[in-house]
């Protein structure tokens, strides 16, 4: 397989690539601070709350660098990476209880929801990139079939 040589959709990838990390990165100290806080002890209901929504976050995020990374590999011309994969794909969004995370300080809240705005970016660029090209003389012949 050769490489996917389209120098735009490479930048967004690396971009994006430093972002989901370093969302990770603060997703990951964001909730141990929650959790080794105690902001939520004696409160077992909370504390459920608080370890399904980290699992939400953290998956939600580990799909986006998954798809980054096959991108990567597609890029690079990886001839285990193909456009068919399950990890071409970025799938369905899991989407965080905003009635649990009310309860959360701030900064997870923040955290919770900037994974969620990545992940709708990632799939309009999927689906940007997945649809096809109108030429100019195409959106000509729209727009004319349109006043007929």
Same mark, same amino acid.
């Given at each position: 397989m050769a490489a996917i040589d389209i $120098?735009?959709?490479r930048a967004q990838v690396e971009n994006l690539y430093v972002e989901a990390m370093l969302l990770a990165? =603060? /997703?990951? *100290?964001a909730f141990a601070a929650q959790r080794d806080l #105690? *902001? @939520?002890a004696g409160d077992a209901l909370s504390q459920i709350g608080l370890a399904c929504e980290s699992l939400k976050t953290t998956t939600r995020l580990m799909h986006i660098i998954a798809w980054l990374l096959? %991108? %990567?590999a597609m890029f690079a011309g990886? $001839? #285990?990476a193909g456009p068919n994969d399950s990890a071409a794909r970025i799938g369905a969004p899991v989407a965080a209880d905003w009635d649990v995370c009310a309860g959360f =300080?701030?900064?997870v809240r923040r955290i919770v929801a900037a994974s969620e705005r990545l992940f709708e970016r990632i799939a309009k660029i999927e689906a940007g990139w997945e649809a096809p090209a109108v030429t100019p003389v195409q959106q000509l012949l729209a727009r @004319? =079939? /349109?006043r007929l």
């Open positions: $120098p735009v959709q990165d =603060e /997703a990951h *100290a #105690g *902001a @939520l096959h %991108r %990567r990886d $001839p #285990g =300080e701030e900064s @004319l =079939e /349109a």
